[in-house]
Nanobody
Framework: QVQLVESGGGLVQPGGSLRLSCAAS????????MGWYRQAPGKQRELVAT???????NAADSVKGRFTISRDTAKNMVYLQMNNLKPEDTAVYYC???????????????WGQGTQVTVSS
């Protein structure tokens, strides 16, 4: 019913920048919180940043000052601007969204399929 598709990943040198995008589509009445998570090889998935429907943001300490989350509510999009990337930022990045498909249903958490970000010289 709802699909999330990430884009914008790739290979970048340390100190470089990337901008990830995530598009939500399908049976969407409204979207509450949206977020980005990442999972490095051999590690658990971890929070990167979230943004509420009102625009309040939260970010992991490891990315504060370097990554910025934003959203375009009209387009059902969420973005992650990543600057000053480090090798330890290498991971698969996933977006998620809490989506209401009708006015009367509770929000459901959906995940994208992930996009690879590799930071290496």
């Amino acid at each position: 019913q709802v699909q999330l598709v990430e884009s914008g990943g790739g290979l970048v040198q340390p100190g470089g920048s990337l901008r990830l995008s995530c598009a939500a589509s399908g049976s969407i009445f409204s979207i509450n919180a949206m977020g980005w998570y990442r999972q490095a090889p051999g590690k658990q998935r971890e929070l990167v940043a979230t943004i509420s429907s009102g625009g309040t943001t939260n970010a992991a300490d490891s990315v504060k000052g370097r990554f910025t989350i934003s959203r375009d509510t009209a387009k059902n999009m969420v973005y992650l601007q990543m600057n000053n990337l480090k090798p330890e930022d290498t991971a698969v990045y996933y977006c998620n969204s809490v989506v209401k498909t009708t006015r009367w249903t509770a929000g459901t958490l959906y995940w994208g399929q992930g996009t690879q970000v590799t930071v290496s010289s």
